[in-house]
């Protein structure tokens, strides 16, 4: 039985923060921050938003509004390493706030940035092994303006709220995905960091002053493992399907900045016209930005049946992952 993405959805808040408001904050100019990420803007949830509510916003995008119309779901995964709150998983409220009957397994992965594609991966294996005749509500949603440190311009120029949803489920042999491969370099994972707030060291007023509950990363070090990582990983799993890139149609990336794309896809000798964008008009949306991207590059020029994806990523951990399918 083949298994792969029936439906997307996607959700990103309406407010636009622009580069000169990020500039005015960092204490750097938008030409800067332009130059160095090809960001432009980025969407900002309102305060009173969970993560939730924008996971909620990307589903029912993808549902529609006729609930009597809905597939029968049996597992809710969302990726996220925003959460609505330490415990219980964000995929419980976001179960909750759809009303889905049955009560599906439903829990989190944080993968980081990359966490799209290990919970792509696991509902896989789910409807594979255990639920073959339902479906998987996958979810990749952050809100990372609730956690940047806004006078850092290395890291707040990058990030903006958002969601992407995809609906799981069988579809007929010779379609879906095809091959996916994950990997995790925990030596490094200091790269990419909230440092408080866990049991390893708790957000006490001293952590707080310290701004030890923001984000932080080594964006240098991140390019340079992302660079020898990515085309290492894509290979591999181009190799698993019996491709090659030139029988690729599209590739998404993870949206980590315009500029690194930009570096990927020269690197990997691909077409621009074959690398959709959001970055420059979203920037970062962390686990979000490969099903906001797939879906937005859907509604710009349709997937065509049998039109070959490959979606590629990496985030903290340090965490990498790849995944081929055709479109169904």
């Keep these: 039985m083949a298994i792969g993405i029936t439906r997307l959805g996607a959700y ?21 921050i332009h130059e160095r990420t090809g960001i432009d803007g980025r969407r900002y949830a309102a305060p009173g938003t969970d993560t939730s509510d924008l996971a909620v916003a990307a589903a029912l995008d993808l549902l529609g509004a006729d609930r009597a119309r809905w597939p ?5 995964i969302v990726a996220t390493s925003t959460g609505d709150r330490p415990q219980p998983a ?7 706030k759809l ?13 980081v940035c990359c966490g799209f594609l290990f919970a792509l991966a696991i509902a896989d294996g789910l409807l594979r092994h255990r639920t073959p005749d339902g479906s998987a509500l996958v979810v990749g949603a952050d809100m990372y303006s609730r956690i940047t440190n806004r006078s850092d311009r290395r890291t707040v120029s990058l990030f903006g709220d958002g969601a ?19 990997v995790t370099d925990g030596d490094l994972r200091g790269l990419v960091e909230v440092p408080a707030g866990g ?63 930009e570096q990927c896809s020269r690197d990997l000798g691909l ?24 879906h937005d590059a859907h509604l710009r020029q349709p997937l065509r049946r049998g039109e070959r994806v490959l979606l590629a990523g990496v985030g903290g951990g340090m965490s990498a992952g790849a995944a081929v399918m055709t479109w169904y």
């Design 164 to 182: 992407g949803a995809a609906l799981v489920g069988p579809v007929p042999d010779g379609f879906g995905l095809h091959a996916s491969r994950l």
């Design 99 to 111: 009303r889905l009957p049955g009560s599906p397994a439903s829990f989190d992965v944080n993968a």
């Design 199 to 261: 049991t390893a060291k708790a957000l006490d007023q001293e952590a707080y002053a310290a701004g030890e509950h923001l984000f932080r990363m080594d964006g240098r070090a991140v390019r340079d493992y992302v660079l020898t990582t990515l085309p290492k990983l894509v290979g591999e799993v181009l190799d698993e399907s019996g491709l090659t890139l030139d029988d690729i149609d599209r590739v998404v990336f993870h949206q980590a900045n315009t500029r690194l794309l």
């Design 271 to 294: 077409d621009p016209a074959r690398v959709p964008l959001t970055a420059p008009r979203y920037g970062n949306t962390g686990a979000a930005s490969i099903p906001v991207t797939l």
């Design 90 to 96: 964000t995929a419980a409220a976001l179960q909750h």
């Design 12 to 32: 990103v808040p309406p407010d636009i923060v622009d580069n000169a408001t990020v500039a005015a904050w960092s204490g750097t100019t938008p030409e800067w």
């Design 72 to 76: 029968r779901i049996g597992s809710v």
